[in-house]
């Protein structure tokens, strides 16, 4: 049987191709799941979502998530759609305004900090709310966002990103709790390799992030595609005891101090 049999979800932030949540949406629709696409009615513009939406024979619904009102109608047209509850849910939503600008974590601005923590973080705990009240997941459901190492240590241009994804991993664990105990849903993080996408590209020196991370990690950078494979594990039934974690996806990199290649460059 397919690792998402009949399995309803709702999938967060696949702009183009090259976009996680849309290998993931590719990989759920082939795994047996049924999917609603969102993102921002501007995203729809500029990405090429229909694209996916027609491959994975799934509808979109428009959500800015940092609005209440526009996740509320997102939860009231999915379980209308579905006839009922939801599985699972990704979160595969990041901006920094401050990045875009060039604008130094010094002399950051914090209306753009507040917007991009509204964005980046927040909607987390937004679209969980929401689900919350509407008692909108299954038994067993799990619920997933994506974060990157930069939470824990420092990656010099990632900014007030590193501080929105700590963000995002607390709230991972404290509402984790509360679904465990409400109906055995599950909530975890998934911290990925630096992946080229239109969010990794926008970071200063990301090729540089990129590479280096690839030369330390004993298996390499896992790429979009192994992220969205470990990501319907996770969405399956055969991790229904995983939660409130931040699981590195990462080769090994966040393990790994230094290696035979970086004491060979300052021989
Ligand atoms: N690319 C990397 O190197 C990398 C590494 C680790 C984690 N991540 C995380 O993966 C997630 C997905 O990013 P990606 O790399 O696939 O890039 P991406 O640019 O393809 O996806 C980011 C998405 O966020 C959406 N978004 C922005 N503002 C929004 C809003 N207000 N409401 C709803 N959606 C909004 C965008 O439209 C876009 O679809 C992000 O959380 C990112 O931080 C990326």
């Known amino acids: 049987m397919k690792l998402l049999h009949n399995k309803k979800g709702i999938i967060f932030g696949a702009l183009n191709e090259d976009s996680i949540a849309w290998k993931v949406a590719e990989r759920a629709y082939e795994e047996g799941a049924y999917i609603v696409l969102s993102n921002t009615p501007m995203a729809l513009k500029i990405g090429n979502i229909y694209k996916l939406s027609k491959k994975t024979n799934s509808i979109i619904i428009p959500a ?66 929401i689900a919350w009240d509407k008692d909108a997941i299954n038994e067993w459901g799990s619920i997933i966002a994506l974060t990157f190492i930069g939470s824990k240590r420092i990656f010099h241009g990632y900014n007030d990103m590193a501080d929105h994804k700590a963000y995002i991993e607390s709230i991972a664990r404290n509402f984790g709790y ?34 280096y991370a690839n030369e330390l990690s004993p298996l390499g950078n896992a790429s979009a595609d192994d992220c969205s494979n470990y990501i319907i594990t996770l969405f399956s039934d055969l991790t229904k005891k995983v939660t409130m974690q931040n699981l590195y996806h990462d080769g090994g990199f966040s393990k790994t101090g230094i290696n035979e290649s970086i004491i060979n460059r300052f021989f």
């Open 64 to 129: 800015d998530a940092t609005s209440l009102k526009d996740i509320k109608n997102l939860f009231n047209k999915t379980m209308e759609h579905f006839n009922g509850k939801i599985d699972f849910i990704l979160h595969s939503i990041g901006m920094s305004i401050n990045i875009r600008k060039k604008r130094e974590y010094t002399n950051i601005d914090y209306n753009w900090l507040q917007k991009s923590w509204d964005i980046s973080a927040v909607s987390f705990h937004k679209i969980m709310k």
């Open 178 to 211: 509360y679904w465990g105990k409400k109906c055995n849903v599950r909530v975890n993080t998934v911290s990925q390799s630096p992946t080229k996408t239109t969010a990794g590209i926008g970071i200063k020196n990301f090729d540089i992030f990129l590479h």
